[in-house]
């Protein structure tokens, strides 16, 4: 027998405590009253009597419990045979690696006949499992003696576009010994492939019950260019200027040239030729492309007879449309922040917005529906059903840009952004005389390419309730500069400055431009959706729950939502590669590309030093010649140890109730 906390052992000097316990009780004497002592002899008395223990019984019970407490922290175990154990059995894990890279030449057949022979060659009563590796470890089985299922699952196994993650399998194949409570036999049918390898190696560690067996479906590492990135436009307003580059790279594979072809809609638009080096890479760029109104799926392909043709093409999609119509609403006579606006997106943009501008007055006239947001340039008053019609536009999906002045600072409260106007700061007359931005959070779209606004000058500021919305800028004061809160489907975003060079001098900065620019492709969405996503990340499908009714096409123009996950769904996740189409619960369409992540068209494999290593985290075989039946493994008896304690307790409270009670009948 052995402790895996042995320290805890110094914890048995306290068994010292029942016997002084048990000592000190013994001296206890009640005083007699007697007129006089001179008659009596003087002697000493003997202590033997009072130093003799009482109650050994419940002495004993309570030595006991202190020693067994001692003993369960110490943690216990002994060492036996792992046969005597489990009479024999384990559990045999069959991992079958369907990752995109297993569509090399037959790879993934020949894993599944692998697979069949390790689950016929299993002992008789052998329980067994069948997963799937990908970016996550798929239980095809629960653990079960039956051929039949065990045979039909390996069949029903197919390639998938995800990648494949040798530290989700590590995880699983823990939990699964935990819950096992026998050896776990774990075979890993897989290309080995280095990219599958998670960036920490502990990650790997295997469970002390676990031996892991692995079995390479390759051989050599294969020759493979692909299409690495691809750089495009989410929207294009003057196909003749949009702009498509792409990196060519070549996997343990020779230089050669490559030709590289745009096609949009199925259709060539453009084709080059480029000089990728060994084991390297090469950019090649397309200007102009014939793109319809609307969604358009494009992908950028080479002319490549490799081992892996999966990756040979890359898909985006790019919306082609006219130019987005931006409402400005301002006070009248005031037009200084429309100048300054205006110039600002006009120029930056490359005709992808225009502006028509209302005053406050003339709004009511004005439905938003049809813009791609909405800019409300410190306005003191709206009509009140241009204002409702506001809300109900950004809940249906619309965006906002409130900027406040010193005329929102006559209202209760913010129009839109609906929080209450606590008061106008002023930068104080004394010292610099105005204020600087103090926080920003430049991971946020629309400051990330904005710089950090250094020397802009704030000389008058808004101090409102963001509410639940969040803040992205503030000044030195403390005072929320940029917020944005979600309404519904929509977000309103709150500029607490003006956009004119009064309240501020941030028109003459460059960072103005910039500022202008990414908040309205943050605000029409154009910075929220990419060109293309992997396979195995989310797109999101509403903000909130119970918004209309969701739908989406998968690349094989099936549904790919149930019904009850068309109106609850809030994010779905992209399993294959090609072209989805989402319908959201905003009337909103969106044609979304999705690709295979790059990391699988690396076919290094990996080393067999480090798998070696990975075998060498979990259980070892037995040697050559040795019993099974003389394997050692450690049986924790610390419950045991736990439950005798506590019938220890239970015979103490008995013995110690029973005694307690006896003594003033002594007495």
Same mark, same amino acid.
């Given at each position: 027998?052995?402790?895996?906390?042995?320290?805890?052992?110094?914890?048995?000097?306290a068994?010292?405590?029942?016997?002084?316990?048990?000592?000190?009780?013994?001296?206890?004497?009640?005083?007699?009253? /007697?007129?006089?002592?001179?008659?009596?002899?003087r002697?000493?008395?003997?202590?033997?009597?009072?130093? %003799?223990?009482?109650?050994?019984?419940?002495?004993a019970?309570?030595?006991?419990?202190?020693?067994?407490?001692?003993?369960?922290?110490a943690?216990?175990?002994?060492?036996?045979?792992?046969?005597?154990?489990t009479?024999?059995?384990?559990?045999?894990v069959?991992?079958?690696?369907? *990752?995109?890279?297993?569509?090399?030449?037959?790879?993934?057949?020949?894993?599944?006949?692998e697979?069949?022979?390790?689950?016929s060659?299993r002992?008789?009563?052998?329980?067994?499992?069948?997963?799937?590796?990908?970016?996550?470890?798929?239980?095809?089985?629960?653990?079960?003696?039956?051929?039949?299922?065990?045979?039909?699952?390996?069949?029903?196994?197919q390639?998938?576009?995800?990648?494949?993650?040798?530290?989700?399998?590590?995880?699983?194949?823990?939990?699964?010994?935990?819950?096992?409570?026998?050896?776990?036999?774990?075979?890993?049918?897989?290309?080995?492939?280095?990219?599958s390898?998670?960036?920490?190696?502990?990650?790997?560690?295997?469970?002390?019950?676990?031996?892991?067996?692995?079995?390479?479906? $390759?051989?050599?590492?294969?020759v493979?260019?692909?299409?690495?990135?691809?750089?495009?436009?989410? *929207?294009?307003?003057?196909?003749?200027?949009?702009?498509?580059?792409?990196?060519?790279?070549?996997?343990?594979?020779?230089? +050669?040239?490559r030709?590289?072809?745009?096609?949009v809609?199925?259709?060539?638009?453009?084709?080059k030729?480029?000089?990728?080096?060994?084991?390297?890479r090469?950019?090649?760029?397309?200007?102009?492309?014939?793109?319809?109104y609307?969604f358009?799926?494009?992908?950028v392909?080479?002319?490549?007879?490799?081992?892996?043709?999966g990756?040979?093409?890359f898909?985006?999609?790019?919306?082609r449309?006219?130019?987005?119509?931006?409402?400005?609403?301002?006070?009248?006579?005031?037009?200084?922040?429309?100048?300054?606006?205006?110039?600002?997106?006009?120029?930056?943009? =490359?005709?992808?917005?225009?502006?028509?501008?209302?005053?406050?007055?003339?709004?009511?006239?004005?439905?938003p529906?049809?813009?791609?947001?909405?800019?409300?340039s410190d306005?003191?008053?709206?009509?009140?059903?241009?204002?409702?019609?506001?809300?109900?536009?950004?809940r249906?999906?619309?965006?906002?840009?409130?900027?406040?002045?010193?005329?929102?600072?006559? %209202?209760?409260?913010?129009?839109?952004?609906?929080?209450?106007v606590?008061?106008?700061?002023?930068?104080?007359?004394?010292g610099? %005389? /105005?204020?600087?931005?103090?926080?920003?959070?430049?991971?946020?779209?629309?400051?990330?390419?904005?710089?950090?606004? =250094?020397?802009?000058?704030?000389?008058?500021?808004?101090?409102?309730?963001?509410?639940?919305?969040r803040?992205?800028?503030?000044?030195?004061?403390?005072?929320?500069?940029?917020a944005?809160?979600?309404?519904?489907?929509?977000?309103?975003?709150?500029?607490? *400055?003006?956009?004119?060079?009064?309240?501020?001098?941030?028109?003459?900065?460059?960072?103005?431009?910039?500022?202008?620019?990414?908040?309205?492709?943050?605000?029409?969405g154009?910075?929220?959706?990419p060109?293309?996503?992997?396979?195995?990340?989310?797109?999101?499908?509403?903000?909130?729950?119970?918004?209309?009714t969701?739908?989406?096409?998968?690349?094989?123009g099936?549904? $790919?939502?149930?019904?009850?996950?068309?109106?609850?769904?809030?994010?779905?996740?992209?399993?294959e590669?090609?072209?989805?189409?989402?319908?959201?619960?905003?009337?909103?369409?969106?044609l979304?590309?999705?690709?295979?992540?790059?990391?699988? *068209?690396?076919?290094?494999?990996?080393?067999?030093?480090?798998?070696?290593?990975?075998?060498g985290?979990?259980?070892?075989?037995?040697?050559?010649?040795?019993? =099974? +039946?003389?394997?050692?493994?450690?049986?924790?008896?610390?419950?045991?140890?736990?439950?005798?304690?506590?019938?220890?307790?239970?015979?103490?409270?008995?013995?110690?109730?029973?005694h307690?009670?006896?003594?003033?009948?002594?007495?």
């Open positions: 027998m052995g402790f895996l906390s042995p320290w805890f052992l110094a914890g048995l000097a068994l010292g405590l029942p016997v002084w316990l048990h000592l000190l009780q013994q001296h206890k004497t009640t005083p007699k009253q /007697f007129s006089s002592l001179m008659f009596f002899e002697r000493t008395q003997s202590s033997i009597k009072h130093r %003799r223990l009482k109650y050994l019984l419940l002495l019970a309570r030595l006991l419990l202190l020693f067994l407490i001692v003993l369960a922290f943690a216990p175990y002994i060492r036996h045979s792992g046969v005597f154990a009479a024999g059995r384990k559990l045999v069959v991992a079958v690696d369907n *990752s995109f890279s297993m569509r090399v030449g037959d790879r993934l057949a020949r894993a599944k006949r697979a069949a022979s390790i689950l060659s002992g008789e009563r052998d329980a067994a499992q069948v997963l799937t590796v990908g970016a996550t470890v798929h239980a095809l089985t629960q653990p079960t003696t039956e051929a039949g299922e065990l045979r039909a699952a390996v069949e029903s196994i390639a998938s576009d995800s990648r494949s993650s040798y530290g989700e399998l590590a995880r699983a194949l823990r939990s699964i010994e935990q819950s096992a409570k026998i050896p776990v036999e774990a075979h890993l049918i897989s290309d080995m492939q280095k990219t390898l998670p960036p920490a190696f502990s990650d790997l560690r295997l469970g002390p019950s676990t031996h892991l067996i692995v079995h390479p479906m $390759a051989d050599r590492t294969e493979n260019y692909a299409v690495e990135t691809v750089t495009a436009p989410k *929207s294009v307003f003057d196909p003749k200027k949009a702009r498509v580059s792409a990196v060519i790279a070549a996997y343990n594979a020779p230089a +050669a040239k030709t590289v072809s745009l096609l809609n199925g259709k060539t638009v453009g084709n030729t480029v000089d990728v080096p060994r084991n390297g090469a950019p090649v760029e397309f200007v102009g492309m014939d793109a319809n609307g358009n799926k494009a992908d392909r080479i002319d490549s007879a490799d081992a892996l043709a990756d040979d093409n898909y985006f999609a790019v919306e449309s006219d130019p987005r119509r931006v409402l400005f609403v301002h006070e009248e006579g005031k037009t200084r922040g429309l100048l300054y606006y205006k110039a600002a997106l006009e120029s930056a943009s =490359e005709g992808a917005f225009v502006v028509d501008a209302v005053t406050s007055n003339q709004a009511g006239n004005v439905s529906n049809k813009y791609g947001f909405v800019v409300l306005v003191g008053g709206l009509p009140g059903a241009f204002e409702e019609a506001l809300k109900t536009y950004a249906g999906g619309g965006a906002v840009l409130v900027a406040a002045g010193p005329a929102s600072a006559g %209202r209760l409260r913010l129009p839109v952004y609906d929080e209450a606590r008061e106008s700061r002023y930068a104080s007359r004394a610099e %005389r /105005f204020l600087v931005v103090g926080a920003m959070d430049v991971t946020h779209p629309v400051l990330r390419a904005t710089g950090r606004w =250094e020397n802009v000058k704030f000389y008058q500021a808004i101090q409102a309730d963001v509410g639940q919305g803040v992205l800028a503030r000044l030195s004061d403390d005072t929320p500069l940029l944005e809160k979600k309404l519904g489907e929509g977000h309103v975003m709150l500029f607490t *400055s003006t956009l004119d060079n009064i309240s501020n001098d941030f028109p003459l900065h460059t960072s103005f431009v910039p500022f202008v620019e990414q908040t309205a492709r943050y605000l029409v154009a910075e929220v959706r060109s293309a996503y992997t396979v195995d990340s989310n797109v999101e499908l509403r903000s909130e729950k119970g918004l209309g969701v739908e989406v096409l998968d690349p094989k099936k549904r $790919a939502l149930s019904l009850r996950e068309a109106t609850t769904a809030q994010s779905f996740l992209l399993t590669t090609g072209f989805y189409d989402v319908n959201r619960a905003n009337e909103r369409h969106e979304v590309a999705v690709n295979a992540d790059r990391k699988e *068209s690396d076919l290094e494999m990996t080393p067999k030093e480090t798998l070696a290593l990975w075998q985290t979990g259980s070892q075989p037995a040697p050559a010649g040795t019993p =099974e +039946a003389e394997q050692q493994q450690n049986a924790s008896l610390w419950w045991y140890v736990l439950l005798a304690a506590m019938l220890v307790a239970l015979a103490e409270s008995i013995l110690a109730s029973r307690l009670s006896a003594e003033p009948g002594e007495a």
